[in-house]
């Protein structure tokens, strides 16, 4: 294991696989008492353990990134497309063969959850490690174990929990059902808050194992829980009251009955608690900048392409981004670039107006028009010639006049058709501007099938400096959570919760926005929140939107605030580029990304019938 990171690493040749359903396995190498008595070998099945971490920089084929209304991703007959079409179900396979691990991840994540166990069972006959080191290593082993099984829950809901017994207790699959949602959260939150008892405040060495697990991990991925916990799905199940129905082998109701306030308060505390450690802030940029719009760009950018920063509270770094990076340059104009990585339309839509505060785009008409808020300052039509990019201030553009004025995350993510490539060298004289319509420098309906369908590409996680030409693909960290996340989860719990407190939330949401360069207080552009739960319901929903694109969160928002079925169920739009000219490739048009389905049953994935087979008392999701 490269010891620079934990996380950035292949699993080491003690990580613990097995191919049945809770089954570890020491490939006959050593024995439990063996790899437990020496320092070295129990450091290695720890970092097994973290070998289990879910990988999203594989966005391409592992992750939900795809399947939200924030990412459309270019390539055709990926597993991804299952999900989005809704033509999956318990028994479908993907078209490699078999669904990828993150679409069925059920077998690999109990796996792992096993081998937590094990360590959490035999780490104290470590007599090479002292007493505080094997009560740290146990903590982390206890969060995994607890994050492990949230990532079960938040795809399937409620599962079969196992606390600290190992298959070893010749637990009779038949006679095992789910434990109830109130149950499993109540698991998962506790053990994160006593792993977080043990756990540093700050990783002691940071030169040898940054990216471990640290009490502000253990907290902040609570508040997730409880937050996700609060919202209607797990929590009532809204106005269809999802899961009611279901009822476990062992006469349990598995979704609660009925909705209750106090989760919410619970959340706004767990979130609370982890701004209250006070050793985080939001990352901002050490460059001297007036504009606060390019300063809010730089800011937001370097949260991502710095290696570490005071932001990020759990994160993984990869000392090669390539990976990432090939599918996000555009094809043919700057080097090597796939360019698939493409921001919805829709996305482009959200973000604010810098000088207003304002959202341009309110909804959408029957047809894909947006309803556009003409006291935002957006121009929905039209061209304006010499206009400079904050990117870039050396060599100007013939700008969609859709592109003017908004807000720092904006212009450090979204890509647009006709900007010069966002490296240094992009505006030279060799280099054009790069649109993406037919017969345009990164053509559309490309033979190679790599090109780009939306009209953007998104350049958050893109450091401009990443020099394809060079074969120099940069580094970047992927956030698994920030202190931006639980600002907004703070936030949306206190303005659901019974005693309402609108000022604390919009005190955390104008932090996040000011960051991005937008100086309007919320409750000075839209006074209505101060006394509207809904309205301001409205704006925390946004910012989500906006702050947390491609992180992999949008697609559970969706489902745990249960609207899915409006947002994420139909027509999905990009620009119009089987035009063969700049200006008529900026139409509105649905005829090139394929729409999406959302039905009822599609809140939560089905338990695959490869699991049924082997648990043959399990209760199925509703509608599968």
């Given at each position: 294991m490269k010891r620079s990171t934990i996380l950035s690493t292949a699993v080491a040749a003690l990580v613990l696989t097995g191919c049945k359903f809770l089954e570890h396995n020491f490939n006959d190498q050593m024995t439990i008492e063996e790899v437990f008595s020496k320092r070295p070998t129990t450091e290695r099945y720890l970092a097994g353990l973290y070998g289990y971490l879910p990988d999203d920089i594989f966005a391409y084929d592992q992750t939900f990134i795809g399947c939200a209304d924030d990412a459309y991703f270019s390539w055709e007959k990926m597993d991804y497309e299952l999900v989005n079409s809704g033509?999956?179900?318990?028994?479908?396979?993907?078209?490699?063969?078999?669904?990828?691990?993150?679409?069925?991840?059920?077998?690999?994540?109990?796996?792992?959850?096993?081998?937590?166990?094990?360590?959490?069972?035999?780490?104290?006959?470590?007599?090479?490690?002292?007493?505080?080191?094997?009560?740290?290593?146990?903590?982390?082993?206890?969060?995994?174990?607890?994050?492990?099984?949230?990532?079960?829950?938040?795809?399937?809901?409620?599962v079969y929990l196992w606390f600290d017994e190992t298959p070893d207790m010749k637990i009779r699959s038949e006679e095992i059902d789910r434990h109830t949602v109130d149950q499993c959260v109540d698991f998962i939150e506790s053990e994160m808050?006593?792993?977080?008892?043990?756990?540093?405040?700050?990783?002691?060495?940071?030169?040898?194992?940054?990216?471990?697990?640290?009490?502000?991990?253990?907290?902040?991925?609570?508040?997730?829980?409880?937050?996700?916990?609060?919202?209607?799905?797990?929590?009532?199940?809204?106005?269809?009251?999802?899961?009611?129905?279901?009822?476990?082998?062992?006469?349990?109701?598995?979704?609660?009955?009925?909705?209750?306030?106090?989760?919410?308060?619970?959340?706004?505390?767990?979130?609370?608690?982890?701004?209250?450690?006070?050793?985080?802030?939001?990352?901002?940029?050490?460059?001297?900048?007036?504009?606060?719009?390019?300063?809010?760009?730089?800011?937001?950018?370097?949260?991502?392409?710095?290696?570490?920063?005071?932001?990020?509270?759990?994160?993984r770094y990869y000392p090669d981004a390539s990976v990432w990076n090939s599918r996000v340059v555009p094809p043919r104009v700057f080097g090597v670039g796939l360019g698939g990585f493409t921001p919805t339309l829709k996305l482009v839509d959200a973000y604010p107006m810098a000088a207003t505060g304002?959202?341009?785009?309110?909804?959408?008409?029957?047809?894909?028009?947006?309803?556009?808020?003409?006291?935002?300052?957006?121009?929905?039509?039209?061209?304006?010639?010499?206009?400079?990019?904050?990117?870039h201030t050396d060599r100007?553009?013939?700008?969609?006049?859709?592109?003017?004025?908004?807000?720092?995350?904006?212009?450090?993510?979204?890509?647009?058709?006709?900007?010069?490539?966002?490296?240094?060298?992009?505006?030279?004289?060799?280099?054009?501007?790069?649109?993406?319509?037919?017969?345009?420098?990164?053509?559309?309906?490309?033979e190679s099938g790599d090109y780009v369908k939306t009209g953007f590409v998104f350049t958050k996680l893109t450091d401009p400096n990443v020099d394809t030409r060079k074969n120099v693909w940069g580094t970047f960290t992927w956030s698994y959570m920030r202190l931006a996340e639980v600002y907004l989860n703070y936030a949306e719990a206190c303005n659901e919760k019974e005693d309402r407190d609108a000022a604390e939330a919009l005190k955390y949401l104008n932090m996040i926005r000011e960051r991005a360069g937008i100086t309007q207080k919320i409750e000075a552009v839209y006074p209505q929140v101060l006394t509207s739960r809904e309205e301001l319901r409205k704006i925390i929903r946004q910012e989500r939107f906006i702050e947390l694109a491609f992180e992999g969160l949008r697609y559970y928002d969706l489902r745990t605030w249960m609207i899915a079925p409006e947002e994420v169920n139909g027509p999905r739009y990009g620009l119009d580029l089987t035009a063969t000219d700049y200006e008529n490739s900026w139409k509105r048009s649905s005829k090139i990304c394929q729409p999406i389905v959302f039905e009822t049953k599609h809140y939560l994935f089905p338990i695959a019938q490869k699991q049924l087979n082997e648990m043959k008392n399990f209760t199925q999701n509703q509608g599968w």
């Open positions: 033509s999956y179900n318990e028994s479908t396979v993907g078209v490699r063969g078999e669904w990828t691990p993150k679409f069925n991840p059920w077998s690999n994540i109990y796996i792992a959850i096993n081998q937590a166990t094990v360590f959490m069972n035999h780490i104290d006959e470590c007599g090479e490690l002292t007493k505080e080191e094997r009560a740290t290593m146990k903590a982390e082993a206890r969060f995994l174990r607890a994050y492990f099984y949230f990532n079960l829950f938040k795809q399937y809901g409620p808050a006593k792993a977080a008892e043990d756990l540093p405040l700050k990783v002691s060495d940071p030169t040898t194992w940054q990216g471990r697990i640290t009490k502000g991990t253990a907290l902040g991925m609570r508040s997730r829980v409880l937050l996700f916990a609060a919202r209607p799905l797990f929590n009532g199940g809204g106005d269809i009251g999802y899961g009611k129905d279901l009822v476990n082998l062992y006469g349990d109701h598995i979704f609660p009955q009925s909705y209750d306030a106090s989760k919410w308060d619970k959340a706004a505390k767990a979130a609370k608690a982890v701004i209250d450690l006070d050793i985080y802030s939001l990352h901002k940029t050490k460059e001297e900048v007036s504009d606060p719009v390019v300063k809010g760009m730089l800011s937001y950018r370097e949260t991502f392409t710095e290696c570490w920063n005071e932001e990020l509270i759990f994160a304002r959202y341009p785009v309110t909804g959408y008409k029957s047809n894909g028009e947006p309803i556009v808020d003409a006291a935002s300052g957006y121009e929905e039509d039209g061209f304006t010639e010499g206009w400079y990019h904050p990117t100007a553009i013939k700008v969609h006049n859709s592109m003017k004025g908004r807000d720092g995350r904006f212009y450090a993510s979204i890509f647009f058709n006709g900007m010069y490539w966002i490296h240094p060298d992009g505006t030279k004289p060799e280099y054009s501007p790069v649109t993406f319509y037919t017969g345009g420098t990164s053509t559309f309906a490309h």
